[in-house]
T-cell receptor
């Protein structure tokens, strides 16, 4: 079983819609959770992190964490074509980062 | 503040050769982690260095090695290259070790093994 699982997609949403990206993890001791965005041919860039159960909002992005269900998600409101990228979920149980394989998102104008 | 830099950006090697990649972390960051990214496997952790010491190592063969210098710059070496080593190699820097802080990635080195 992989440490971090993501639906590889592709996920397509129309411009202006809400994109919902999901991630599950296996280590119940995981402490911190991160979302990275990776454009084709580029390196991952941090979007946001979350440590506590509940929601954390940053602009158009909202991260949601449910430790009991071992589930973390990222919502992108008012999706823009520039949001088209691969989104990587990363989990840290305390010693290193574990990355999912990413979900490819396409926002259709 | 300058970001993470990696050199070279692109490399083409043949099987059996060896290669050395370099990473300079963000100023003040003492932890450098290395990752291999391939389309099928995603980001795979290679190792982490902190204060010139290897703190953690992923599940890669001994052909993959690294080191860190006193100025926190890190190098990664791959010996006896195989076709399957073709990948994007990313380094990430953070303030402290073990992923206690956010990691910031460099632009990566694209290695092609022919």
């Amino acid at each position: 079983q992989k440490e971090v699982e993501q639906n590889s997609g592709p996920l397509s949403v129309p411009e202006g819609a809400i994109a919902s990206l999901n991630c599950t993890y296996s280590d119940r001791g995981s402490q911190s959770f991160f979302w990275y965005r990776q454009y084709s041919g580029k390196s991952p860039e941090l979007i946001m992190f979350i440590y506590s159960n509940g929601d954390k909002e940053d602009g158009r992005f909202t991260a949601q964490l449910n430790k009991a269900s071992q589930y973390v998600s990222l919502l992108i409101r008012d999706s823009q074509p520039s949001d088209s990228a691969t989104y990587l979920c990363a989990v840290n149980p305390g010693n290193q980062f574990y990355f999912g394989t990413g979900t490819s998102l396409t926002v259709i104008p | 503040k300058a970001g993470v830099t990696q050199t070279p950006r692109y490399l083409i090697k043949t099987r059996g050769q060896q290669v050395t990649l370099s990473c300079s972390p963000i100023s003040g960051h003492r932890s450098v982690s290395w990752y291999q990214q391939t389309p099928g496997q995603g980001l795979q952790f290679l190792f982490e260095y902190f204060s010139e010491t290897q703190r953690n190592k992923g599940n890669f063969p001994g052909r993959f090695s690294g080191r860190q210098f006193s100025n926190s710059r890190s190098e990664m070496n791959v010996s006896t290259l195989e076709l399957g080593d073709s990948a994007l190699y990313l380094c990430a820097s953070s303030l402290s070790a073990g992923g206690a802080d956010t990691q910031y990635f460099g632009p990566g080195t694209r290695l092609t093994v022919l």
